[in-house]
């Protein structure tokens, strides 16, 4: 099977414009989650998307959004770029919620300047 | 939310066994422990998980303490493609949904 793909794989937007990275989960995957990786703050949580819903949210503000499609492809969006947006977004799935280990993605390197 | 900690860096000499240990002492009873590890420019790989008892697969065993407020990955015979840093994460349950709060990691170096 074909692991997670995340286009584009790097990315230089300028400060207050828009981007929408774009993640293909595993065939038959269900379950979508996508998290930023800084190095100040580590790895966080941003959201979850299950069957096209969004199921969980971290603390991000509603800047950052997401969606998913009835294929389990997702898209999340990030608008009014600031330069705290530099990070590595990892997209993960997973078959379905529970106790299932989730597959990560190569992850999209985002640099505002 | 649980928290996690776990020690900066670890070295481990190639061939022994290296012990990682995590302190989530907050952790609620029906939150799982789950162990990833993340080499340099790829996204984390999942390791193992448990939530009481101690778990073992072809990659690691997880030792989880009996009151639930600390664990230990172990990785029997590290190898220098073992060098990673391991994150410890517990999965937060609210709501009937699901997310993972990672800690800071431990930078495994494993020496020649």
């Known amino acids: 099977k074909a692991g997670v793909t995340q286009t584009p794989r790097y990315l230089i937007k300028t400060r207050g414009q828009q981007v929408t990275l774009s993640c293909s989960p595993i065939?038959?995957?269900?379950?979508v989650s996508w998290y930023q990786q800084t190095p100040g703050q580590g790895l966080q949580f941003l959201f979850e998307?299950?069957?096209?819903?969004?199921?969980n949210k971290g603390n991000f503000p509603g800047r950052f959004s997401g969606r998913q499609f009835s294929n389990s492809r997702s898209e999340m969006n990030v608008s009014t770029l600031e330069l705290g947006d530099s990070a590595l977004y990892l997209c993960?799935?997973?078959?379905?919620?529970?106790?299932?280990?989730?597959?990560f993605g190569p992850g999209t390197r985002l640099t505002v300047t | 939310d649980a928290k996690t900690t776990q020690p900066t860096s670890m070295d481990c000499a190639e061939g022994r066994a290296a012990n990682l240990p995590c302190n989530h002492s907050?952790?609620?009873?029906?939150?799982?422990v789950y162990w990833y590890r993340q080499i340099h420019s790829q996204g984390p790989q999942y390791i193992i998980h448990?939530?009481?008892n101690n778990e073992t697969n072809e990659m690691a065993s997880l030792i989880i303490t009996e009151d639930r407020k600390s664990s230990t990955l172990i990785l029997p015979h590290a190898t220098l493609r073992d060098t990673a840093v391991y994150y410890c994460?517990?999965?937060?349950?609210?709501?009937?949904?699901?997310?993972?709060?990672f800690g800071t990691g431990t930078r495994l170096k494993v020496l020649a």
């Open positions: 448990g939530l009481k």
């Open positions: 907050t952790i609620s009873g029906n939150e799982y």
């Open positions: 994460i517990v999965r937060v349950t609210t709501s009937g949904t699901y997310k993972y709060i």
């Open positions: 065939s038959g995957h269900r379950s």
């Open positions: 998307y299950f069957s096209e819903t969004q199921r």
């Open positions: 993960a799935s997973s078959p379905g919620q529970g106790t299932y280990e989730q597959y």
